[in-house]
Nanobody
Framework: QVQLVESGGGLVQAGGSLKLSCAAS????????MGWFRQVPVKEREFVTT????????SYADSVKGRFTISRDNAKNTVYLQMNSLKPEDTAVYYC???????????????WGQGTQVTVSS
């Protein structure tokens, strides 16, 4: 079992930055690929980015490429999402997720956090 707790969301102006954190419980954090997803009301949850167990492989949605950066610290059981040049369309609830095996750009993850709200004002 892995429990995930996101933090760092909030309100920011367009063009600003936020850094999300996701703290994982358990001693096997390095065994999981991690991902960030986001969701707005009446829309499906969408992939944002993912990172492999070692951190050596990352993948991003086209909409965030060049603006967002995922990273992880296996010693701290934490994955991060640095978000720069934020746009109003980035407004959503952001979720982190964990899965055994390879990082995927789909919602096929085993564990999910409760989400943190990010609001970008124009």
């Amino acid at each position: 079992q892995v429990q995930l707790v996101e933090s760092g969301g909030g309100l920011v102006q367009a063009g600003g930055s936020l850094k999300l954190s996701c703290a994982a419980s358990g001693r096997t954090f390095s065994s999981y690929a991690m991902g960030w997803f986001r969701q707005v009301p009446v829309k499906e949850r969408e992939f944002v980015t993912t990172i492999s167990r070692s951190g050596g492989l990352t993948s991003y949605a086209d909409s965030v490429k060049g603006r967002f950066t995922i990273s992880r610290d296996n010693a701290k059981n934490t994955v991060y999402l640095q978000m720069n040049s934020l746009k109003p369309e980035d407004t959503a609830v952001y979720y982190c997720a964990a899965r055994s095996g390879l990082p995927l750009a789909t919602i096929q993850y085993d564990y999910w956090g409760q989400g943190t709200q990010v609001t970008v004002s124009s």
